[in-house]
């Protein structure tokens, strides 16, 4: 199937807010957020972290991709710095070592594309 693309405009104030706790997520695509994507399961999101240690549940079946906009961090033991990536693929759970916060920007694709 081809598709021609398409552009539209978004306003900053139109991404959908997630709070927990003191953690607040801007959702981009996917999980209810504004724009919307013909990739079934895509996610985009951008994920601030306090300092700490975090553990998130991933779904195996899905690849995620994470680009570190600010901040140092340890992710599943590799050491991140600002503007590092990456990627994580037959993942079941990752794990996060924050010491003076950070910001993710985090993409979650499916492994395998139904065609």
Do not use: C, R
């Amino acid at each position: 199937m081809i598709q021609n693309a398409t552009y539209e405009d978004y306003d900053a104030k139109s991404f959908k807010s997630i709070v927990d706790g003191e953690k607040e997520t801007l959702v981009y695509v996917g999980d209810g957020g504004s724009v919307k994507s013909i990739t079934e399961g895509l996610e985009i999101k951008k994920v601030p972290f306090k300092s700490g240690l975090f553990e998130e549940k991933l779904n195996s079946n899905f690849t995620y991709s994470y680009y570190l906009l600010k901040g140092e961090m340890e992710l599943d033991g590799e050491q991140l710095v600002k503007d590092d990536y990456y990627v994580l693929k037959d993942a079941n759970s990752v794990s996060f070592e924050v010491k003076d916060g950070a910001e993710l920007f985090v993409i979650k694709t499916p492994t395998e594309v139904k065609i």
